[in-house]
């Protein structure tokens, strides 16, 4: 169960944000091998000069966060980096050096789903 948040800069089309949602599923799909239904991305839009980015990146650029069950493996991880970029980057056509991934672990001590601690 990947928990997704992408930060972007405010403005894009609903059509682009799709694209930026199926790239990101469909990357983590091939490389962590997660079901189809299992959807939980947010993306969350930032006016332009509330998002500080280092030089030399455009309006694009954009920090994904994939919260993870403790557990997968270094290759997978890597492999799901690699997918993701190389979906944005196809479609909907962010240059790699517009993306940024970060990939967390939380303990499943401090999941909590349906009210349930997870273990």
Known sequence: MPLVRI????????????????AVHTGLIEALEIEDWDRFQRIVEIDKEDFEVPEGKTDN????????????????????IELI????????????????????????????MAGKQKE
């Open 85 to 112: 970029t190389e979906k944005l980057t196809d479609k909907p056509g962010i240059a790699a050096t517009d993306i940024f991934i970060v990939i967390n672990e939380p303990p499943l001590e401090n999941w909590g």
């Open 7 to 22: 930060d972007m800069i405010r403005g894009k089309s609903p059509e682009y944000k799709k694209a930026v949602f199926e």
């Open 61 to 80: 650029f954009m920090i994904i966060e994939l919260t993870l069950f403790p557990g997968r493996t270094k290759e997978q991880k890597k492999r799901a």
